[in-house]
């Protein structure tokens, strides 16, 4: 059973968090990037942030009631093209456990809806 968001250390989390600020920003601004911005994700339906292009995959997720919680995260996070296989985000994914559950501690933490 994998550790819940709430077991994991949102600073370690922060560090994994390194990895996605190439195309990924957290903030509560309108701004988006390669990636669309985090800030809000938590709870958010998929492929919803404005003004950011998701890809025709990423939006039929999201017009199918895919929203952004824990296990959605993780099954994401741990594999984006097992969820979303012509999505465009190009990261493989987090195999190890403990920076999956750091990583998804730090989204909770940091992206809930202002």
Same mark, same amino acid.
């Given at each position: 059973?994998?550790?819940?968001?709430?077991?994991?250390?949102? *600073? #370690?989390?922060?560090?994994?968090?390194?990895?996605?600020?190439?195309?990924?920003?957290?903030?509560?601004?309108?701004?988006?990037?390669?990636?669309?911005?985090? !800030?809000?994700?938590? &709870?958010?339906?998929?492929?919803?942030? *404005?003004?950011?292009? +998701? /890809?025709?995959?990423?939006?039929?997720? !999201?017009?199918? &009631? +895919?929203?952004?919680? *824990?296990?959605?995260?993780? #099954?994401?996070?741990?594999?984006?093209?097992?969820?979303?296989?012509? &999505?465009?985000?190009?990261?493989?994914?987090? /195999?190890?456990? *403990?920076?999956?559950?750091?990583?998804?501690? +730090?989204?909770?933490?940091?992206?809930?809806?202002?």
């Amino acid at each position: 059973m994998p550790a819940a968001a709430q077991d994991g250390d949102a *600073e #370690a989390g922060r560090r994994v968090f390194a990895q996605c600020r190439a195309c990924h920003i957290v903030d509560n601004t309108p701004r988006n990037t390669v990636g669309p911005n985090l !800030g809000g994700l938590w &709870g958010r339906q998929a492929g919803a942030r *404005e003004g950011f292009r +998701y /890809s025709a995959n990423m939006t039929a997720l !999201g017009a199918a &009631g +895919y929203v952004w919680n *824990e296990a959605n995260l993780r #099954a994401y996070l741990t594999n984006p093209k097992a969820v979303a296989p012509q &999505g465009s985000m190009a990261f493989a994914g987090i /195999s190890n456990p *403990e920076q999956l559950t750091n990583l998804v501690a +730090y989204l909770r933490a940091n992206t809930q809806p202002q």
